[in-house]
Nanobody, 118 residues
Framework: QVQLVESGGGLVQAGGSLRLSCAAS????????AGWFRRAPAKERELVAY????????LYADSVKGRFTISRDKAKDTVHLQMNSLKPEDTAVYYC???????????WGQGTQVTVSS
């Protein structure tokens, strides 16, 4: 059983940056692919970034491409999301998740709030 804990959220002005972290315990996060999702008020949950277990492959939602970077630190069993040039529409609760071999996001963190003011 893998437990995931996000950190790094907060309040930032438009144009600013934040770095989210997702730390794992109770298992080895590096044996799973990982994704960062977000859910904004009155909107569907959205996958914003994805990284393979090796760290060699990444995918981004069009809305964040060129601004967000996902990475993983295998030594610390952590996945990061570097968010630059933040916009008010990036305001949401951000969640990290671990995806298993059946392409199911099996483990989820509790979420961290990101608020971008205009």
């Amino acid at each position: 059983q893998v437990q995931l804990v996000e950190s790094g959220g907060g309040l930032v002005q438009a144009g600013g940056s934040l770095r989210l972290s997702c730390a794992a315990s109770g298992g080895t996060f590096s044996t799973y692919d990982a994704g960062w999702f977000r859910r904004a008020p009155a909107k569907e949950r959205e996958l914003v970034a994805y990284i393979t277990r090796s760290g060699g492959g990444t995918l981004y939602a069009d809305s964040v491409k060129g601004r967000f970077t996902i990475s993983r630190d295998k030594a610390k069993d952590t996945v990061h999301l570097q968010m630059n040039s933040l916009k008010p529409e990036d305001t949401a609760v951000y969640y990290c998740a671990a995806r298993d071999d059946r392409s199911i996001y099996k483990y989820w963190g509790q979420g961290t709030q990101v608020t971008v003011s205009s």
